[in-house]
């Protein structure tokens, strides 16, 4: 699945016009329009961070892991924010969301980690306190 990077430029850029911490690629063109390099180094950086992420998590699969963690980067923007800490499954599960395509938003790096049950339970928490439900359903709400 090939995403178009520039479309999605395009959609997030008019979102982000209405986020109090746009990422700092979308800020500056808010403030001063697209640039032809800075849109194709954007899209270049989303697609190589695409390509590594699906590649970790093609290893992951094949070792049969189930579920993945969403780690966020420093900077992540304030749509992605909320993904943070959140588990989701690699394939289909009745209980746990499937994870959403990687990266989220254009600009943000985070990334998927394995979730161990280990993990979970030395933060004392089960699968219920980190499943991403309700900020999916939040995310598909119209804006
Ligand atoms: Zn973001």
Redesign the pocket.
Known sequence: MQRDWQAEIDR?TERFGNEPR??AAFARALREGWTPEARARLAAQAEAHRAEVDGLLGQLEEGGCEFVRLDLADD??????PFGGRAFALGEHPDVPTRPPM??????R?RLNLLTPYFLSSLGLTMDDVTADTVLRDEQEPA
């Open positions: 997030w746009p990422p992540d923007c304030s749509v992605c924010e990266p989220f938003c254009p600009a943000c985070h």
